[in-house]
């Protein structure tokens, strides 16, 4: 039991939404293989929503973009209620700003001085969708409107034959039509088809010359399965199908605004209203970046571009001045980043086998764990995959040194070094930046305290044994080094380990050529070496650069040896003059 006071919070005031009974359904085994006829409503329904209505430069930035991103079908604002939107419309048709292959669409409520006034904004379009609505609920029946179902369907009708009076009187315009049952979803399905039906009757569309039923979930209010199944039988029992569009509007007041307009169009339905991002009503319209992203993930055109994300966010957020959420789907800040270690590493390793697929077939399948799309796609860098923090892990950890420093860990320098970055995440209880990361692998193995550096080195090489005599410089002092082994290292090793009468095996090596900084292509690049010791049965790693490949593994195995604590002057038989 609850130690919540329960005052308000009480359930027992709602009852649960009655789904039609459809048992015949066929939608569950559809799945969406093409694109449907996407339709903007961000300077309409979106731009009703706003705190602060979008200005004239703000409606035309946002205009601009759903062109760009590819939309061919346009609300542009409800002429009628406002100026603002009034000049908005005339703006763009007065200035020529409508492309050809765009249309732009208009709302109005049935009421003849608002369906003039929409006509008169509408003057001189070269085409244009009049967007006629009523409320058909039984609570706006009811409640609002205080009519009869009758009643209701007059003032459809009504407005319908406006629109189509209106619309004669300026014949230089391509007219479509589009009526919408306002709040379908709480209207009983056969009145729905009742109304839909009479205003068709009016408007007489063709197959050439459709007509545009919008059925909106005005109001999100059940299961998106319910509404599939709405939309479903709406397209069995409407008249004349084949000259209809039948339209989706959905919103998202219970979360599911995609989804069901993804289920609707598995039930039939030919077109989509939504908005960039969600934005709109309450919790939003559905968000068309989502949907249309959804079916670019299943390798179908979208016929939307959003291959520059950022640019639709910047824009959507200064048009609207509202924040995109960091875990938006596809476009936020956060949704390809990885922080956690069994992420990163499984990331990371499809991303090898990628980059390699790739190379070979550009068109190769994406399979990467964790990312249901390559986030380049969205001009999404892999620097903004990997991020570190305290639950990430080696591979993440190595992949951000490899990415902007060029150092390539191997794997047992990698187990090593994780816990000094896991440290400090824990410590400062933070995102680790790359240069952090980089700072910390710096002190950790390239510039340990008391650091000794080798000064020369002379190698005699002999066939299965090298001589390498190296004067390091150890607190000012030159140190003699004289060793014998099979090559330079394991000479350089055997004469430490008898300089420090500790003994020393050299466990691991790695080497590789860094990366040139940028804009230096021309100089000699560095190299860097790793390597693990063992002294006296403890293991050590260290890494050196130098520009000569040996210089950087000798002070790689001197820079594991000062990690020990050995103090190099103490052990000296031979000092040299100070320096
Ligand atoms: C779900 C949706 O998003 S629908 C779109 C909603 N968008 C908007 O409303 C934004 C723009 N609207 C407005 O600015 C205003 O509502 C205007 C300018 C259009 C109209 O304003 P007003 O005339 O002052 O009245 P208001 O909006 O309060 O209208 C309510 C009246 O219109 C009637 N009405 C409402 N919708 C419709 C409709 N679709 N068709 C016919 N009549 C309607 C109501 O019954 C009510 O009638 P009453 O005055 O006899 O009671
Ligand atoms: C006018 C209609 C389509 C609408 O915006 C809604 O029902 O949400």
């Known amino acids: 039991m609850s130690t919540i006071a329960q005052a ?188 839909c039906d009479a205003v068709i009757s009016i408007w007489k569309p063709t197959p050439e010359h459709k007509v545009i039923i919008n059925l909106p979930a005005t109001v999100e209010a059940s299961t998106p399965n319910v509404y599939a199944d709405q939309i479903e039988w709406i397209g069995e029992n409407i008249s004349h199908r084949e000259s209809i569009t039948i339209s989706l509007h959905t919103h998202n007041d219970r979360g599911c605004g995609v989804a069901a307009a993804e289920l609707g169009v598995m039930a039939g339905a030919d077109r989509i209203e939504g908005t960039l991002l969600g934005n709109g009503e309450r919790t939003g319209n559905m968000d068309i970046v989502t949907m249309a992203m959804n079916i670019y993930s299943q390798g179908i055109d979208p016929q939307l571009n959003f291959s520059d994300m950022d640019r639709v966010i910047t824009t959507v957020e200064r048009c609207t001045q509202l924040a995109v959420h960091p875990r938006h789907a596809y476009a936020g800040e956060l949704v390809f980043a990885a922080f956690s270690g069994s992420h990163q590493d499984a990331i990371n390793k499809c991303m090898a086998i990628d980059e390699n697929k790739r190379a070979v077939d550009p068109e190769a399948h994406w399979e990467v764990a964790y990312l249901p799309i390559d986030p380049r796609d969205l001009g999404r860098t892999y620097q903004q995959v990997i991020r570190i923090n305290s639950q990430s892990g080696k591979g993440g950890v190595a992949y951000v040194l490899e990415q902007d420093y060029g150092v390539q860990m191997p794997r047992w320098m990698q187990v090593d070094f994780s816990p000094y970055v896991q440290e400090h995440a824990e410590n400062y209880e933070s995102e680790v930046s790359s240069a952090t990361i980089n700072n910390i692998f710096t002190e950790t193995y390239l510039a340990p305290d008391n650091k000794v550096t080798i000064d020369n080195y002379q190698l005699d090489r002999q066939a299965n044994n090298d001589r390498l005599q190296a004067i390091v410089i150890s607190n000012n002092t030159s140190v003699s080094i004289d060793g014998q082994g099979k090559g330079v290292l394991d000479a350089f090793v055997s004469g430490l380990s008898g300089l420090i009468k500790k003994e020393i095996t050299l466990i691991d090596y790695n080497e590789h050529a860094l990366p040139n900084k940028l804009g230096a292509e021309n100089e000699q690049s560095e190299a860097i070496a790793y390597v693990q010791l063992s002294i006296m049965g403890v293991r050590y790693c260290a890494a050196a650069k130098s520009l000569d490949i040996v210089n950087a593994s000798l002070q790689a195995v001197l820079n594991a040896v000062m990690r020990s604590g050995v103090n190099i002057n103490h052990h000296s038989t031979i000092k040299l003059a100070a320096v």
């Not at 694109?35 to 703000?58: F, K, Y």
């Not at 006509?119 to 009811?142: C, D, M, W």
């Open 8 to 195: 308000n919070f009480n359930h027992k005031k709602y009852r649960a939404y009655t789904p039609i009974k459809k048992i015949d359904r066929r939608w569950p085994d559809k799945v969406i293989d093409k694109a449907p006829q996407w339709c903007s409503v961000d300077l309409r329904d979106g731009n009703q929503a706003l705190i602060e209505p979008m200005n004239p430069s703000q409606k035309l930035e946002l205009f601009k973009l759903l062109v760009d991103v590819g939309f061919k079908e346009i609300e542009v604002g409800f002429p009628a209620a406002s100026a603002p939107d009034f000049d908005f419309v005339r703006q763009l048709i007065e200035q020529d700003l409508i492309p050809d292959d765009v249309t732009i669409q208009v709302l109005t409520q049935a009421r003849e001085p608002l369906i003039k006034r929409s006509f008169e904004a509408l003057k001189g379009a070269k085409k244009a969708i009049v967007h006629l609505y009523n409320s058909t609920s039984t609570v706006q029946r009811e409640q609002v409107f205080k009519k009869s179902r009758d009643e209701i369907k007059a003032i459809a009708i009504q407005g319908a034959e406006w629109v189509r009076d209106f619309s004669i009187t300026q014949p230089e315009t391509q007219w479509s039509f589009q009526y919408s049952p306002e709040s379908f979803t709480n209207t009983e399905m056969d009145y729905a088809v009742e109304i």
